[in-house]
């Protein structure tokens, strides 16, 4: 089979999404992610509920990607699979799977990093987008990870910042939640932001060295002056929701742009590439936008699907590992490779 003709089936289930995808080279055929509700009314992803739902979900996922992707299993390359980081009992589930579907088939099973995939995804083609040249830097923001990390080629990355304590979607989502907004908050503080006043009230920004995040102090802080507010006028909140979500989110946008700004300085890569569901957000778009006109920075914003988590981003790392470690030809797999919930890059 020639290198250029390649099917892969990924499957990511680190978190609280099902999702498989087909890839044909590196362009997506199909793209499919069953979202958990039933975390929801907890406010946050409840572990164990997690890994049964995957459980349910796994099957009709994969069924689906191939359906739609017109690809028949027996068409297959290799399946590429999450191995970490991520929930244990979620991981368990695509791990397993994509094993025992692996050696069914027998074909190659390749692990992926999800922090690696979540950069990588950038360079699943796709028309209207451009891809990043190496070296690069890239901010993956999500509801569970926020790290700067220095591309210098496909396999060779290091993390040159991180979150010490919450994850900046945490940030977003307990921020609402403290609101009494619905789970997951962030995509409502962004919604409510775009027609307030961000400078109405402030909230003082972390002090973390170097280019590590730190946003628990965040939430407290939000904590605090909703409580002061709401002590003095109940329907505060109501009334000025607009300016309290623009306030806060200013303020995560700008802890987020000093460390990138600072990350440039230290690097001098002018490149950046956001990833994540947090890359999704409104204020972050266009403090980017801005950065490139005020410093000539070239900046990345995937395809909105390929920014949450999905399987495509899985599907891209597969393929490159593919042609890297030279597949095709040796069909190599490690039936040993486990699910691993503290994977680093
Ligand atoms: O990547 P993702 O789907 O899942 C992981 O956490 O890995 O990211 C979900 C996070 C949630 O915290 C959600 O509130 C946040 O991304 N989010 C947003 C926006 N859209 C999603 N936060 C702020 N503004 C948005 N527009
Ligand atoms: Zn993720």
């Known amino acids: 089979m020639s290198k250029n003709n390649t099917y892969i089936l990924a499957i990511e289930s680190s978190c609280d999404d099902t999702a498989a995808a087909v890839?044909?080279?590196?362009?997506?055929?199909a793209n499919v992610v069953?979202?958990?509700?039933?975390?929801?009314?907890?406010?946050?992803?409840?572990?164990?509920?997690?890994?049964r739902a995957h459980q349910q979900n796994i099957v009709p996922v994969v069924h689906e990607a191939l359906r739609k992707a017109n690809v028949k299993k027996e068409d297959l390359n290799a399946?590429?699979?999450?191995?970490?980081?991520?929930?244990?009992?979620?991981?368990?589930?695509?791990?397993?799977?994509?094993?025992?579907?692996?050696m069914g088939l027998d074909i190659p099973l390749i692990d992926v990093n999800h922090m690696q995939a979540h950069i990588l995804a950038h360079f699943i083609e796709e028309e209207g987008y451009d891809k990043p040249e190496f070296p690069f830097l890239a901010m993956t923001i999500s509801g569970g990870h926020t790290q700067i990390v220095r591309v210098d080629s496909y396999f060779d990355m290091t993390v040159i910042g991180q979150t010490l304590d919450d994850a900046v979607?945490?940030?977003f989502d307990k921020s609402a939640k403290i609101l009494g907004l619905p789970y997951p908050g962030g995509p409502l503080i962004d919604k409510y932001a775009q027609l307030g006043n961000p400078k109405a009230y402030k909230f003082t920004k972390p002090k973390v060295g170097d280019l590590d995040f730190s946003f628990s102090g965040l939430k407290t802080a939000v904590l605090y002056f909703y409580q002061k507010e709401v002590a003095a006028d109940p329907d505060f909140v109501e009334k000025n929701r607009n300016d309290i979500c623009a306030s806060i989110q200013h303020t995560i946008?700008?802890?987020l742009m000093d460390k990138i700004k600072k990350a440039v300085k230290q690097t001098g890569i002018k490149q950046v590439a956001i990833g994540g569901g947090v890359s999704a957000n409104s204020g972050i778009r266009k403090a980017l936008k801005d950065a490139e006109q005020k410093y000539g920075w070239k900046t990345f914003v995937p395809k909105f699907e390929y920014t949450t988590d999905n399987a495509a981003m899985i599907g891209i790392v597969g393929y490159l590992k593919y042609l890297e470690e030279n597949l095709a030809e040796t069909g190599y797999t490690d039936t040993k490779v486990m699910a691993q919930s503290r994977l680093k890059i």
């Not at 890839?23 to 055929?29: E, F, P, S, V």
């Not at 590429?80 to 589930?93: E, N, Q, R, Y």
């Open 169 to 171: 979607g945490e940030a």
């Open 79 to 102: 399946i590429a699979f999450t191995s970490g980081p991520g929930l244990m009992g979620s991981l368990l589930v695509g791990t397993s799977f994509a094993k025992s579907l692996a």
């Open 23 to 29: 890839l044909h080279n590196d362009k997506t055929l």
């Open 34 to 51: 069953a979202g958990q509700a039933v975390h929801e009314q907890y406010g946050g992803v409840v572990p164990e509920l997690a890994s």
């Open 253 to 255: 946008i700008n802890i």
